[in-house]
């Protein structure tokens, strides 16, 4: 019954992502760690319609637990993730478009701009293109994620991570925010930027 909840969990923030269009009908993936398994989003099915009985579950070496269930093509990513970060309880992987914007080229979005932006996100990380569904990318993002909890992936999308799916889904969901506003700040022109000192209080909240 526990089980069944935490899918639920899983199929909702995966509508939300959808709804709150930071990913694509068919894009995008979540995984939550449940002990020694994870619960995670099947391949190529649509997100907006998705409920408690299309979410899977894998080992934490990728054996599929689930009877007639295709992970999401970016398992090894998330596998990946878990081991090299063991504190990292919830992943999720979407495709926003000013964000992702970003990413493609290389150019960082500003979180010293507002500070939930400095709170949220810290500073996000890049990593570079690799091939999606490969080990090679599996590995340059798990590497990333050892420098941050919000990640951009170069010609692909951004993924997030915390200790719960609201963290991580509240990190790609102020991410996007921070990337429409260093744009926008951008166009107008002269934006006041935090300086160091207002980022060290900031930080110094949730030490």
């Known amino acids: 019954m526990e089980q069944l909840k935490e899918k639920e969990r899983v199929a909702y923030f995966m509508r939300r992502m959808y709804e709150q269009r930071l990913t694509t009908s068919t894009g995008g993936n979540i995984s939550l ?6 619960l ?10 998705m409920v408690a009985e299309s979410i899977g ?3 934490l070496n990728g054996r599929v637990l689930s009877h007639r269930f295709k992970a999401s093509m970016e398992n090894k990513m998330h596998l990946a993730i878990y081991h090299k970060r063991p504190d990292v309880k919830a992943i999720i992987h979407g495709h926003p478009i ?3 914007s970003f990413a493609i080229c290389g150019k960082k979005v500003m ?9 949220i996100l810290g500073e ?3 990593a570079d293109y690799k091939l999606m569904g490969t080990q090679e990318l599996a590995d340059v993002v798990a590497e990333a994620s050892l420098r941050g909890n919000v990640i951009l992936m170069e010609n692909h999308g951004v993924i997030t991570l915390g200790d719960t799916l609201v963290e991580a889904f509240d990190r790609i969901e102020v991410l996007e925010a921070a990337a429409k506003m260093t744009l926008i700040t951008q166009m107008i022109g002269n934006p006041k930027e935090l300086n160091a000192e207002e980022l060290k209080e900031i930080d110094n909240l949730f030490e």
């Open 57 to 59: 579950s894998m080992t």
């Open 98 to 100: 000013f964000a992702t």
């Open 33 to 38: 760690k449940v002990g020694e398994k994870i």
């Open 124 to 126: 996000p990380v890049m």
């Open 40 to 49: 995670i989003t099947p391949s190529q099915t649509d997100k907006a319609r």
């Open 111 to 119: 979180t010293n701009l507002a500070g939930e932006s400095r709170a």
